[in-house]
């Protein structure tokens, strides 16, 4: 599933989103603003027990990378200092960017992205 929403406009401070399945939005961050950050494909309650079993010491047995496919899908602009994580991997958005879509490599290991996007009905 996907979630659209524009952070520019929801809630400016409000900079900080988890979402299992990916987003699409027309714009991330801003110029002047806080980094926004943006984690993709990763069961945040099966990370809280992680965390609980980590505190107790005891070796997890399950999987924490619920979705690989889960993509952030930007419609417009995303600024420098976004940071998107997807399965624990990460990228800080270097440049302003536009019409862009981040998603995981599981071959190279990391967060890519396409540039130009392609129009696709969403």
Known sequence: MEKAVDYSLENP????EKLLDGVTAVQIG???????????????SVEQKLQWIRDKNIEPVFQLNKNETAE??????IFPSAY????????IVP???????FKLDKIKGK?????PMNDRST
Request: charged share 20%; with cysteine; glycine share 6%.
């Open 84 to 91: 998107i994580e997807i399965c624990h991997l990460s990228y």
């Open 30 to 44: 801003s110029a002047l603003g806080p980094r926004t950050e943006i984690y993709c494909g990763i069961d945040y």
């Open 95 to 101: 440049r302003r960017m536009t019409r862009v879509r």
């Open 13 to 16: 401070f409000a900079q900080s």
């Open 72 to 77: 952030v899908i930007v419609k417009g602009v």
């Open 111 to 115: 967060v890519i992205f396409e540039l």
